[in-house]
């Protein structure tokens, strides 16, 4: 099993940056890929920023491309999400999951960290 624990939400002023991070613990071995999604209330959740374990490739919502920036410290397992020039349509529940080796899809999922970014 893999547990997911996200941390550095909070409040902001637009143009203001954050960073959030995801501690993986468990059987990290067993997943390839971790991503940050998004989601507000009354919405589908929605894809931020993916990174490969191996190699750190990444990949962005085309509607954050240029402000976030998703890496990693595999020796911490831990991955983080720098957010900057933060705008009001960035308010959400940011969510961190883990894409399995095996089944190629998003199996596990931290609990969600609130971010608010005021006008």
């Known amino acids: 099993q893999v547990q997911l624990v996200e941390s550095g939400g909070g409040l902001v002023q637009a143009g203001g940056s954050l960073r959030l991070s995801c501690a993986a613990s468990?059987?990290?071995?067993?997943?390839?890929?971790m991503g940050w999604f998004r989601q507000v209330p009354g919405k589908e959740r929605e894809f931020v920023a993916a990174i490969t374990w191996r190699g750190g490739r990444t990949n962005y919502a085309d509607s954050v491309k240029g402000r976030f920036t998703i890496s990693r410290d595999n020796a911490k397992s831990t991955v983080y999400l720098q957010m900057n020039s933060l705008k009001p349509e960035d308010t959400a529940l940011y969510y961190c999951?883990?894409?399995?080796?095996?089944?190629?899809?998003?199996?596990?999922w931290g609990q969600g960290t609130q971010v608010t970014v005021s006008s």
């Open positions: 468990g059987r990290t071995f067993s997943m390839n890929v």
């Open positions: 999951a883990a894409r399995s080796s095996a089944t190629q899809s998003y199996d596990v």
